[in-house]
């Protein structure tokens, strides 16, 4: 059973930075995309950033470029994601989510929520002054 457990959420002023952790069960090379997604209240959940494990091919949102970083630590079984400049706008829920199965071509196809298999339970970010 994959098990993946977010952490590094909280609230931090607009502007700020912050970066969530995900450790997952098993070795990250075992996925075939992991990555990060959010859900806004009242708004439907959407791929923020994912990294295809193997190749190191990364996807991110155009409303994050530049801002967010995604990363792996394959010694400590854990997926990063650097987030600076928040918005107050960016509070939500953050989910990281992973799929062993190459069921699309690409990695952006890949990082949307019907695509994932394996999610974790979330982690606040409340991005306020």
């Known amino acids: 059973q994959v098990q993946l457990v977010e952490s590094g959420g909280g609230l931090v002023q607009p502007g700020g930075s912050l970066r969530l952790s995900c450790a997952a069960s098993g070795a990250i090379t075992d996925y075939y995309v992991i990555g990060w997604f959010r859900q806004a209240p009242g708004k439907e959940r959407e791929g923020v950033s994912c990294v295809r494990s193997r190749r190191g091919s990364t996807y991110y949102a155009d409303s994050v470029k530049g801002r967010f970083t995604i990363s792996t630590d394959n010694a400590k079984n854990t997926v990063y994601l650097q987030m600076n400049s928040l918005k107050p706008e960016e509070t939500a829920v953050y989910y990281c989510?992973?799929?062993?199965?190459?069921?699309?071509?690409?990695?952006?196809?890949?990082?949307?929520?019907?695509?994932?298999?394996?999610w974790g339970k979330g982690t606040l970010v409340t991005v306020s002054s």
């Open positions: 989510a992973a799929q062993t199965v190459p069921i699309l071509t690409t990695i952006q196809a890949m990082c949307t929520d019907l695509a994932m298999e394996n």
